[in-house]
């Protein structure tokens, strides 16, 4: 059974530091595609970032580059977001994602999904 749980969220000032982390299990981890989405209240969800397989490419939603960093360790089947600089209309339930051999920000393209973790950054 594949499972995808995310860890890392919570409660942060305006202009800090978050990192969150997705841990694999039941897949063969190096052979899928990691990316991130989150949603916030009312709002559609949106694609955050993404990792090949590798690790050797990423790719980050223009809201978010420079601030976010996204990375892997397929010896560990985990995938880390770490999220600086952040900002109230970062607040959402942020999900991570696998794909198979997948590496983009169409959501439709990942197989399995997280449960999410909720980022709160007040002002």
């Known amino acids: 059974q594949v499972q995808l749980v995310e860890s890392g969220g919570g409660l942060v000032q305006a202009g800090g530091s978050l990192g969150l982390s997705c841990a694999a299990s039941g897949l063969s981890f190096k052979n899928y595609g990691v990316g991130w989405f989150r949603q916030a209240p009312g709002k559609e969800r949106e694609f955050v970032a993404a990792i090949s397989r590798s690790g050797s490419r990423t790719m980050y939603a223009d809201s978010v580059k420079g601030r976010f960093t996204l990375s892997r360790d397929n010896t560990k089947n985990t995938v880390s977001l770490q999220m600086n600089s952040l900002k109230p209309e970062d607040t959402a339930v942020y999900y991570c994602?696998?794909?198979?051999?997948?590496?983009?920000?169409?959501?439709?393209?990942?197989?399995?999904w997280g449960q999410g973790t909720q980022v709160t950054v007040s002002s």
């Open positions: 994602a696998a794909g198979y051999y997948v590496y983009g920000l169409d959501p439709r393209s990942y197989n399995y």
